[in-house]
């Protein structure tokens, strides 16, 4: 029986996402590297402001 390895990764803040199959363990490596960087591509062009990390407030004296 062959196996079958999937490769999957969704956008967080829409209802993108994006999958592979792969019948090995090496094809697995390289799609999971690329599938993240299109993933990281889908997140740069489509939430750019979503990358932001808020800043810290400071603390009011008093």
Do not use: N
């Amino acid at each position: 029986m062959k196996r079958t390895y999937v490769t999957e990764y969704a956008c967080q803040y829409c209802d993108w996402h994006i999958s592979r199959l792969a019948t090995s363990q090496l094809t697995l490596m390289a799609d999971e590297e690329a599938l993240e960087l299109v993933a990281a591509e889908h997140l740069a062009k489509v939430h750019p402001t979503s990358l932001k990390t808020p800043e810290p407030q400071g603390e009011a004296d008093g």
